[in-house]
């Protein structure tokens, strides 16, 4: 079997670091993402809701922030719930494994930094220099701002 899912798109707004109960970091956010569309077309843009646990939630909220693009790579997943009116509803969530920055660098954002334990672009197939992604969501935790300069022994 096989979930995976990949996104490119905009924060529809700034992500918040939330820590549950058993102290586990968490943020959930929304990514605008543009459809394809011919020219003379109307634009269309589908929203997800994402949702990042552990190094990688930290990760988000510190380096990316409202309007930013950002790639998702990660796994679909579906839940119901019945409303007041009682009717069942369908939710699709989209659960990142690995994040990347792609776009213009801004708002603090440091396109030479990268977080620890990463390896290339998260959902790139032409991954380049600029592209960073977080740490997986499983592994050792970082500690606090402990980030490094790549680039120097890129071998390009």
């Known amino acids: 079997m096989l979930n995976v899912i990949v996104l490119m798109g905009r924060l529809t707004r700034d992500p918040e670091l939330k820590v549950t109960t058993s102290g586990v970091s968490v943020t959930t956010f929304d990514i605008a993402v543009d459809r394809n569309y011919t020219k003379g077309a109307e634009k269309k843009t589908d929203f997800f809701t994402?949702?990042?646990?552990?190094?990688?939630?930290?990760?988000?909220?510190?380096?990316?922030?409202?309007?930013?693009m950002i790639?998702?790579?990660?796994?679909l997943q579906t839940g119901s719930y019945t409303g007041k009116d009682g009717k069942s509803h369908k939710t699709y969530e989209v659960v990142a494994s690995n994040v990347s920055f792609c776009g213009d660098f801004h708002n603090g954002a440091n396109p030479g930094t990268v977080a620890p334990g990463s390896v290339g672009s998260a959902g790139a197939s032409s991954s380049t220099a600029a592209d960073h992604s977080a740490a997986p969501a499983s592994g050792p935790e970082p500690e606090d701002d402990e980030i490094y300069r790549a680039g120097s022994d890129l071998p390009f």
Do not use: D, M, P
């Open 71 to 75: 790639a998702v790579q990660g796994s």
């Open 50 to 68: 994402v949702t990042a646990w552990r190094n990688t939630a930290e990760f988000i909220c510190k380096y990316f922030h409202k309007g930013e």
